[in-house]
């Protein structure tokens, strides 16, 4: 800049125009601190944890998924069971991050590759795992055994949560790689086991010890056991069970959503929110 | 002092201002000095705005900027699989791209940079390096065709007298540009993204809408009721990044003085009027000027003038030039 700039700029200006400037200040002040303050009222539903969210896999630890998530929905894309949302305005910071809302559709692991971790341009999803055993989404616990069919020594006959019921799951004896409709599937069990035959990861468990891993690839083989029903003497003679969480559990919540009971006896916890 | 540091020191929020004669070389000078005397006829100009009215550039801008949105809207709804995920983040035919400002909200926030990431911002950078300016405004931003309508809709009222228009002082937008910066740096959440509408809308328009449009439609309304094209003048912080990226580009647009009318169109028209000041009489420091890093590209002002005395140009270098002063 000239010096010659200094002195045009300090001549007199009319009091009107100086009220104009003045006024103009006041309102980009407010109009900052409108603005700003916006943006600040993201802060309250992350901080109060108004409603945890399950995250798609291989998420970080809630602060730094919000972090470092980018809000592309690239997970959303490639998810086959289409489990993945996206936050709205009400989570604030978190408008525009993925969640899975397990109840209505699990995370049940059909792409072999967790793919909505090799979308992720920004590493908000880790790309330091690649198995299905390796996530942690969560973790199920048996919070209604009041309702459990199982515990109950009831068995199940029908179709999973009715006709109208629009969850996916991959069924390996339907179709290896297309998931079909949980409610085009008819089961009759003497004693109710979903949550257990629906477990990606005791599926995988079950492949592997009937030495036919998934893709023939061992390393897809889950180290521990995730869910399994473990029978309960109540003294009243009656055959009862009850789903036992093992460490294998991911949270990936397929024992959540087909739980054919209302409410759902079994529910994910978040754990990795909890744990933040 | 080079045209860019103008330019910037103009996107950062400087009034633009007349220039010492010293300032302008000597043919400028000279044309300045014939112009003087010239008078303007109103009604003949007007005629001529008429005769010459084009919609080009517009209607190519609109049709590029609803392409690409409908691309990601496409790439997932029919799974074609061609340009993936949102304006914030997306593969183009599997290659990573990443908004700049978002990347930089997530770098900001996360303190860590993952090499996709990084891919996709250096070829964005690249890719917004050449177009230019704050090309990726009006030529990509969804936000930008709404409220262009919305600004249609703030001049018709101005004009009938039923409202009148508050302005803020542009350099609102380098407050803001910081403020993001340093709440993102310290509080490890992209507080901008949660009032985006950039991100808002591009996400509504391919993963269906939401709560968060309520937020796009106060913005619009205020842009209406109160203050023309308030966001993009004087918040988004979006626009900012890409001028600074744009700003020695060799795409923008080109005044030449020799046969403007000086009527002024092109001003109102322009989104970032203050770009155009060189167009006023007397201003222009050379017969050529490329215009700054403000300018969106939109062609507004090119489809309205009728001398041919602002244009697209693709050129390198002739940015920086030394003025009459700083000459031997």
Not at chain 1, 231 to 258: I, K, N, T, W
Not at chain 2, 303 to 324: I, M, N, Q
């Amino acid at each position: 800049m000239s010096k010659k700039d200094k002195p045009t700029e300090m001549l007199p200006v009319s009091r009107k125009r100086a009220q104009q400037a003045r006024r103009r200040f006041l309102r980009s002040v407010a109009l900052t601190v409108g603005v700003v303050g916006m943006a600040a009222l993201g802060y309250m539903p992350v901080a109060r944890g108004w409603k945890p969210r399950l995250r798609p896999p291989g998420a970080l630890l809630e602060q730094e998924f919000l972090a470092a998530c980018i809000k592309c929905g690239q997970c959303v894309q490639v998810c086959p069971v289409e489990a993945i949302f996206l936050d709205d305005l009400d989570q604030g910071f978190g408008v525009g991050a993925p969640y899975i809302h397990a109840r209505d559709q699990a995370c049940d692991f059909s792409c072999d590759g967790l793919q909505c971790v090799l979308a992720c341009p920004t590493g908000a999803l880790t790309h330091e795992i690649s198995y299905p055993h390796e996530v942690d989404i969560g973790i199920a616990r048996l919070d209604r055994p009041d309702k459990c069919l199982a515990l109950l020594g009831k068995g199940f006959k029908g179709k999973v949560r009715g006709p109208e019921f629009t969850g996916k799951f991959r069924y390996i004896e339907v179709d290896r790689w297309n998931p079909v409709a949980v409610r085009s599937q008819d089961f009759d069990r003497e004693v109710c086991d979903l949550c257990v035959v629906h477990c990606p990861i005791e599926i995988r468990a079950d492949q592997c010890e009937a030495g036919k891993p998934p893709s023939g690839d061992p390393n897809q083989c889950p180290p521990k056991r995730a869910i399994g029903l473990e029978p309960v003497d109540s003294g009243d003679g009656m055959a009862r069970f009850m789903p036992v969480v093992y460490d294998g559990c991911v949270g990936c919540g397929a024992c959540e959503m087909v739980c054919p009971t209302e409410p759902a006896a079994i529910v994910i916890d978040m754990a990795s929110v909890l744990k933040s | 002092m080079c045209y860019i540091g103008q330019h910037l020191a103009e996107l950062l929020g400087r009034e633009p201002r007349k220039p010492d004669n010293e300032e302008i070389a000597p043919q400028a000078q000279e044309i300045h000095f014939y112009k003087k005397g010239q008078v303007f006829d109103a009604k003949a100009a007007a005629e001529e705005h008429q005769r010459l009215k084009s919609n080009k550039w517009r209607n190519i801008r609109w049709a590029t900027l609803l392409a690409v949105n409908l691309l990601f809207v496409l790439s997932y709804s029919l799974d074609i699989q061609l340009l993936e995920g949102a304006l914030t983040a997306s593969r183009f035919a599997g290659f990573h791209m990443a908004d700049l400002n978002s990347a930089l909200q997530v770098m900001l926030a996360f303190k860590e940079v993952l090499i996709n990431l990084l891919i996709g911002t250096v070829t964005v950078f690249i890719l917004w390096f050449f177009l230019g300016g704050r090309t990726f405004c009006s030529w990509v931003c969804p936000y930008h065709l709404v409220a262009e309508l919305a600004e249609k809709l703030h001049l018709k009222l101005v004009e009938k007298k039923i409202i009148k228009g508050i302005d803020f002082h542009r350099g609102t937008r380098t407050a803001f540009y910081v403020i993001f910066a340093v709440l993102t740096l310290a509080s490890g959440y992209t507080v901008f993204e949660s009032v985006s509408p950039t991100g808002i809308l591009s996400r509504a328009i391919i993963y269906g809408p939401g709560l968060a449009l309520i937020w796009v439609g106060v913005l619009l309304l205020f842009e209406v009721v109160a203050s023309r094209r308030a966001w993009c003048r004087y918040v988004c912080p979006i626009g900012m990044t890409y001028g600074f990226v744009g700003a020695a580009s060799p795409l923008r647009i080109r005044y030449n003085l020799v046969n403007c009318q000086h009527e002024g169109e092109c001003r109102k028209v322009c989104l970032v009027p203050h770009v155009l000041d060189t167009v006023i009489k007397g201003r222009a420091r050379d017969v050529e000027v490329p215009i700054g890093a403000d300018c969106t590209r939109c062609g507004l002002c090119v489809d309205v003038c009728p001398s041919g005395s602002l244009r697209y140009e693709f050129k390198f270098g002739g940015g920086a030039r030394v003025t009459a002063t700083e000459q031997p």
